[in-house]
């Protein structure tokens, strides 16, 4: 392959982690999500459980966002929160996924993570809004009243986490090798685009 190692950020519903299972599926390699959170939790002496509390909080303080975007941008390490130790934490678990061989990584700023590697393809799956709202009702049982809220606290909770940790935009194009529209596409094209980009397919 050309790309050893594929990593996706998604929006919420728009199937990333579906169509990241089928990529590792279809390549016959692991697809790692929250497992990145599992192994976190062990190396930290925690549940995962705990740790989602503090990605939410990471998420949803504006002014740990800026200040812990600026100590990982100068690589300070020490004396940091536990916000802080999870971000640096997950890192070491990414990195260490990547080194065990090929794989997909779903979300926590793995692309970012890995950007010093030149075999990590980088991906943003994203969809219209109708796209969403209905797999969010089909796939992970959402209520029609909470669905639209749902879409905005998820959303705005990776972006903010993504923007803390990397200083950087979650959605900028500019980040990303390809940025697929899975309502245009289909999940299953999307994987199959996935796949053939990291095989170096013309």
Known sequence: MKYHIITIEREYASGGSEIGTRVGLQLDIPCYGKEVL??????MNTVPERLVQLEET????????????????LGERDGLSEEGALYVTE???IREMALQGPCVIVGRCAGWILRDREDVLR????????????????????????????LKRFDRRRANFYRANTCMHWDDKKGYHLVLDSSQLG??????????TAAGEE
């Open 187 to 196: 999940i299953s094209a999307c994987a199959d685009l996935i796949c053939r």
């Open 38 to 43: 599992e192994r976190a939790a062990e190396k």
């Open 123 to 150: 991906v943003f799956i994203h969809a219209d809004k109708e796209f969403r709202k209905k797999r969010a009702r089909m796939c992970y049982g959402i209520e029609e009243a909470k669905v639209d809220n749902i």
């Open 58 to 73: 990471t998420s949803n303080s504006l002014l740990y966002s800026l200040g812990m975007a600026n100590r990982i941008a």
């Open 91 to 93: 890192e070491s678990v």
